[in-house]
């Protein structure tokens, strides 16, 4: 079946620096890639998403880029800072599935002082 | 500002008792889900709904059920509750467009 492979499961950078967290997905026929963030105790909030249709998106620090032809997608956050602590998720939708997403299994981002 | 809530924030249940999740959405959304997050297996989709009285399969329906008698609600039953369900449970409502809103999550542990 469809699925999404995340990676690192946990990134640790110096404050400052930049982070990148990747994923991989196996539908062709995904077109819609959110990432989420979760801080500790807290619900999931999306951050950034893209469509099939966009090969990179950027927001203040956090950016999405994406290649269809490889498959995979990835976060860039510059100039981390300490509230950029969290754990990040990626999805991708399925073909057909009115936006049913399949999930990573998520990065623990350490932003180290 | 869209909400989702969820009836408890944790629950603490004994091994064959019934047990009901409740999550209530205030933005008129058709698709919702649940969810159940573990560490290191990030989120697996219990069930969906995207429409009043349907309700679709996901990955690990095993175990549970819905229901989905009103729009706004979308409720997860665990029929005999099971010490391999002890998990976080997570609600989420959906935009048109996609985008998820989650719920404040409920921490369910089954003795």
């Known amino acids: 079946g469809e699925n999404v492979e995340q990676h690192p499961s946990t990134l640790s950078v110096q404050e400052g620096d930049s982070a990148v967290i990747k994923c991989t997905y196996s539908?062709?026929?995904?077109?819609?890639f959110p990432w989420y963030k979760q801080e500790l105790g807290k619900r999931p909030q999306l951050i950034i998403d893209?469509?099939?249709n966009v090969g990179e998106k950027k927001d203040q620090r956090i950016a999405v880029t994406l290649n269809k032809t490889a498959k995979h997608f990835s976060l860039h956050i510059t100039e981390t800072q300490p509230e950029d602590s969290a754990v990040y998720f990626c999805?991708?939708?399925?073909?057909?599935?009115?936006?049913?997403?399949?999930w990573g299994a998520g990065t623990k981002l350490i932003i180290k002082p | 500002d869209v909400k989702v809530t969820q009836s408890s924030r944790y629950l603490v249940k004994r091994t064959g008792e019934k047990v009901f999740l409740e999550c209530v959405q205030d933005?008129?959304?058709?698709?919702m889900f649940w969810y159940r997050q573990d560490p290191g297996l990030g989120l697996r989709l219990i069930y969906f709904?995207?429409?009043?009285?349907?309700?679709e399969k996901g990955d690990i329906p095993e175990g549970y059920s819905v229901s989905r008698e009103k729009k706004e609600r979308f409720s997860l039953i665990l029929e005999s509750a099971s010490t391999n369900q002890t998990s976080m449970y997570l609600c989420?409502?959906?935009?048109?467009?996609?985008?998820?809103?989650f719920g404040p999550g409920t921490r369910l542990t089954v003795l």
């Open positions: 989420a409502s959906q935009t048109t467009e996609g985008v998820q809103y």
């Open positions: 933005m008129d959304h058709e698709n």
């Open positions: 709904s995207y429409d009043v009285k349907m309700k």
């Open positions: 539908d062709s026929a995904s077109n819609y």
């Open positions: 893209i469509r099939s």
């Open positions: 999805a991708a939708s399925i073909k057909g599935s009115n936006y049913q997403l399949i």
